[in-house]
């Protein structure tokens, strides 16, 4: 549970259980009968661009729309998997600076790579985050994420954030952002206060130190391709 | 009895540690991350001098192959032992009655934690340690519900000696993984030898061989609700050894801070 990625998303507690997208399935299937439908779809809408100025707002937007993905029913079916995990990954590549993530974890052994090496370990890399995080994602059972405020220095932010599992267990996130545009993108998860880049860092530079950077690339294969 | 086997240990650990570890940190240091790659590749911001850009060091670990010895063993035991009797245990114990178990041990070492909060000067966290082992003891029926937080939303205090030795600036020492009980720094195993003393399970028993087994039952009642962890664990890492030792410092650090 600790360990790895975090579970990225989760409801907004109280008032909109699943996002966005299980109102919009619902509207859709129910046609705005009342002015109030009508209302409700207005605000929705207006929101989401509002809500996805800031740090918050972005961490939430992507958020909301993976447990779209994972809680909606249509999606459920062994046969659409593929296409679930698929648009999974998308919506996780499109908030994660994988290039930025990439530079930290491998620290001082970055600057040393060619080009191709850098895509080569990019690609490995996503896919051994993407293994561990799709597999929690997957698992989800309703958990709770609170929003807890976030912290902007500059073109860095911290969005602060509490998962609440079922079991009541209380689960700190912090989502470290970098801007580019006007997109704030994530290069760091801690949970629990363990950053995720930290840990991966501490583990290819001992492989690094220890052999040599082929090395740790051959054993990200293996990784990535075990079951 | 066992308490003295600890204090042999621990004093042994401290011989130990007092000479290298100080070495250890030169000794080791070139090995661990270091911060100029910054400075190559991209104009310096004070800002990235944060935790996830690898300033923070890592802990030493001199004694790295005995450790990853103990790791190897722990490995073996947690899934030819411990997993399988915990789940023995979990499909005779619910697991709201395994919550209860834990919470009740848990409140028996308020003395462990309220001291801590005294020592470092956290005077709300003492108090509210105290409060919380009157209200649970009586109202949460010996403690086995945390009515204190539930209904007073006062949460636990996490905690315990070896953060508060951090929290006077005594350093880490060096990394151990002991079998059974694990991760540990020098700092926090004299930690956890002194809490021996304050730990009032301690003193209701003067069996040691007794002692031992309800400290091993309190062991798998906790291993039983955090099944799964170390799978997860290995499965997202390339060197569990490593990654567990970085998330174990990671952890106690972060601890050390708030």
């Known amino acids: 549970m600790y360990a790895g990625a975090s579970p990225l998303p989760g409801s907004k507690s109280s008032s909109r259980p699943l996002g966005v997208g299980f109102y919009l399935n619902k509207e859709v299937c129910m046609a705005p009968r009342s002015l109030f439908g009508i209302l409700f779809f207005l605000v929705i809408f207006i929101s989401v661009p509002v809500l996805a100025g800031g740090p918050t707002g972005q961490i939430r937007e992507t958020s909301d729309k993976i447990i779209a993905i994972v809680s909606d029913p249509d999606l459920k079916a062994p046969a659409r998997a593929e296409e679930k995990r698929q648009m999974i990954r998308q919506a996780v590549d499109e908030r994660f600076d994988w290039e930025e993530m990439c530079r930290r974890t491998l620290g001082r052994h970055w600057a040393k790579r060619t080009q191709e090496e850098k895509k080569e370990f990019r690609d490995l890399f996503a896919k051994l985050l993407e293994r561990t995080y799709l597999e929690k994602v997957e698992g989800y059972a309703g958990e709770k994420v609170l929003y807890e405020g976030e912290d902007i220095d500059g073109r860095y932010a911290v969005v602060k954030v509490k998962i609440i599992t079922q079991k009541k267990t209380e689960i700190p996130v912090h989502y470290k952002t970098i801007k580019n545009g006007n997109q704030w993108l994530v290069y760091d998860i801690f949970v629990n206060g363990v950053s995720l880049i930290n840990n991966y860092r501490a583990q290819f530079n001992s492989i690094i130190v220890r052999s040599s950077y082929e090395d740790l690339v051959d054993k990200l294969k293996f990784k990535v391709s075990e079951d | ?258």
């Open chain 2, 1 to 258: 009895m066992l308490r003295s086997l600890i204090i042999l240990i621990c004093s042994l650990q401290i011989i130990v540690a007092v000479f290298p570890a100080a070495q250890a940190q030169q000794r080791w240091g070139p090995f661990e991350e270091s911060e100029d790659f910054l400075v190559q590749d991209r104009e310096e911001d004070p800002r990235e001098s944060d935790e996830s850009f690898g300033r923070e060091g890592q802990i030493p670990d001199p004694f790295e192959p005995l450790n990853r010895c103990f790791f190897q063993f722990n490995d073996k035991f947690y899934f030819w032992v411990l997993k399988p009797v915990s789940k023995g245990y979990n499909t005779a114990a619910p697991e709201l009655l395994r919550v209860s178990i834990r919470n009740f041990f848990s409140n028996l070492c308020m003395p462990i934690r309220a001291v801590s909060c005294l020592l470092q000067g956290k005077i709300t966290g003492f108090g509210e340690e105290l409060l919380r082992f009157v209200v649970n003891s009586s109202a949460g029926f010996l403690g086995f519900q945390d009515v204190a937080k539930q209904a007073l939303n006062i949460e636990m205090r996490d905690e315990d000696l070896a953060q508060t030795l951090g929290f006077y600036g005594i350093g880490p020492g060096f990394y151990i993984h002991l079998p059974i009980l694990g991760p540990f720094s020098g700092r926090s195993l004299f930690g956890w030898a002194g809490e021996q003393f304050i730990n009032p399970v301690d003193y209701f028993f003067d069996s040691w061989a007794f002692l031992l087994s309800v400290r091993s039952y309190d062991y798998v009642n906790r291993a039983s609700l955090r099944i799964g962890e170390y799978e997860a664990l290995k499965r997202a890492a390339l060197d569990p050894y490593v990654s567990l030792r970085n998330g174990y410092w990671q952890y106690r650090e972060n601890k050390i801070k708030e």
